[in-house]
């Protein structure tokens, strides 16, 4: 099954100019690790939700991605991935 790829999205971000910041949200119960970028031009921030495998180490599996500013639980959007649209079909693997 095709999945989208974290690190050409992590690259698509990067050549937007987001900054991938150094901290990182890992839930061990769940498998899934969160990364955060973040806009320097203006307040605006990207969350990126991934799977982890067993042994912890991370995987190319895009999960979620949340859009917006502030607190982590107040003020963020899910972005909806739709895997029949030309822009997620170029991150797809």
Do not use: A
Not at 49 to 63: A, E, P, Q, R
Not at 69 to 78: D, K, Q
């Amino acid at each position: 099954m095709k999945h989208i790829s974290f690190n050409k999205y992590k690259e698509y971000l990067l050549s937007k100019g987001f900054i991938l910041e150094s901290g990182t949200n890992i839930y061990y119960n769940i498998k899934m690790k969160t990364y955060f970028f973040k806009d320097p031009n203006r307040n605006h921030k990207v969350l990126v939700n991934i799977f982890i495998d067993k042994d912890n180490n991370d995987t190319d599996y895009l999960v979620s991605v949340n859009c917006g500013y502030g607190s982590p639980l107040i003020g963020y959007e899910s972005c909806k991935i739709d895997k029949r649209k030309k822009f997620w079909k170029n991150f797809m693997v």
